[in-house]
């Protein structure tokens, strides 16, 4: 069974709700490109048949909101956007309507974690969304849905997030042991390769569920980090904001606040792959075309200043404050990132030399 690594829920300061702009900002560079790979390449024909004009999306990875209430009423305007300037023309047994564009009924489903604050997510809803919402709870490295059930698919910022973390990581006996580190940045080829490993894996397992879940000739879009081919893993701004962490960790460790073995035994479940790597997977499970797989670098241009780490540290410690407060408690976790914060000057010094090569990966998939 997958581990659990919700988003801190809420509305409250540290929430994912009020800090995650930088996964609306992925979301917002891909508006443009999802219309565009949904009209190119999404095919009524295989879509929808007989008298039915249901039109089923899911979002993995929803978290709290509000960015997948953005992403949704994009792939739907998407979507109408295509068939309205079809109208089925050219079908042998175009579906049954009275109106003279084609009006399709759209059910949303929003998956996430069975411990993600879906209490949070449906009480901010859009009053005036055009779509009927549902929960999908449960991990996505696995079956969600019936066969051939999901015409569309979307996941966000959610596929560096492993189901587990890597077996050999908290073992002295391993070769993988990643004592005094929380993340594979900086660590040996040995812990890298364990954690490419298990990204294979979860990978696998979730390109298979989803070729069992999208209708053939449906299409699968995600958005998640990587590296370019040829960049080092301690070049990514994500990978740098894990290794100060570690850092105030063990400045924690010096202190005597937190026991070292505490930090040897703690490693994070993330892991962003190369473009080589991620296209070599797809290809791999063989369930899908690759339609597009493409590299986007956000705000290439940004220098970095200290009350802009300050906005990234929150808007990390939204994303990961849950799994580092489970394994160390809550005042820990406060103390790790005051520690951060009195860093932002160093942190904003290392963002600037590599800050351009933040890498996003825009991919979209359709069944075969």
Not at 28 to 51: C, F, Q, R, W
Not at 61 to 77: A, R
Not at 360 to 366: D, G, I, N, P, R
Request: aromatic letters at 10%; one cysteine or more; charged letters at 20%.
């Amino acid at each position: 069974m997958a581990e659990s690594f919700p988003m801190i829920g809420g509305n409250g300061t540290y929430s994912y709700t009020k800090n995650s702009q930088y996964q609306k900002e992925a979301s917002d560079i891909a508006k443009e490109m999802i219309k565009e790979a949904v009209i190119e390449k999404l095919d009524p024909k295989t879509i929808l048949s007989g008298t039915s004009t249901a039109f089923h999306i899911v979002d993995f990875g929803c978290s709290v909101g509000p960015n997948t209430f953005f992403t949704v009423q994009n792939l739907i305007e998407a979507v109408e956007t295509k068939f309205s300037s079809i109208i089925f023309q050219g079908l042998e047994n175009p579906p049954t309507t009275t109106s003279k564009t084609l009006e399709l009924e759209f059910q949303v489903f929003f998956n996430d974690h069975t411990r993600n604050d879906f209490n949070t997510l449906f009480t901010s809803l859009p009053p005036d969304r055009r779509y009927h919402a549902a929960a999908a709870p449960g991990s996505f490295h696995g079956r969600l849905f019936p066969r051939a059930s999901i015409q569309l698919a979307h996941s966000s910022y959610a596929l560096q997030w492993l189901s587990k973390v890597p077996e050999g990581l908290t073992d002295r006996k391993s070769t993988a042991w990643n004592g005094a580190m929380v993340h594979y940045t900086d660590s040996s080829e040995q812990v890298l390769n364990a954690y490419a490993g298990q990204y294979e894996k979860d990978m696998g397992v979730f390109l298979s569920a989803r070729a069992e879940e999208i209708v053939s000739g449906g299409l699968v879009v995600l958005i998640l980090p990587g590296i370019p081919d040829g960049v080092r893993h301690s070049e990514i701004p994500a990978n740098v904001f894990y290794t100060f962490l570690g850092s105030s960790l063990l400045d924690l460790v010096h202190e005597g606040i937190v026991d070292k073995a505490e930090v040897d035994a703690f490693n994070l479940p993330i892991y962003a792959p190369s473009n080589s790597e991620l296209r070599k997977l797809i290809e791999k499970n063989g369930s899908f075309s690759i339609e597009r797989l493409e590299v986007t670098i956000p705000n290439s241009q940004a220098k970095i200043d200290s009350s802009h780490v300050h906005s990234l540290i929150m808007h990390f410690r939204a994303a990961l404050g849950g799994i580092f407060s489970k394994h160390f408690g809550n005042d820990v976790v406060e103390k790790m990132f005051d520690k951060t914060l009195a860093k932002s000057e160093e942190i904003s010094k290392t963002l600037n030399t590599i800050y351009p090569l933040l890498t996003h990966f825009f991919v979209v998939l359709k069944r075969n």
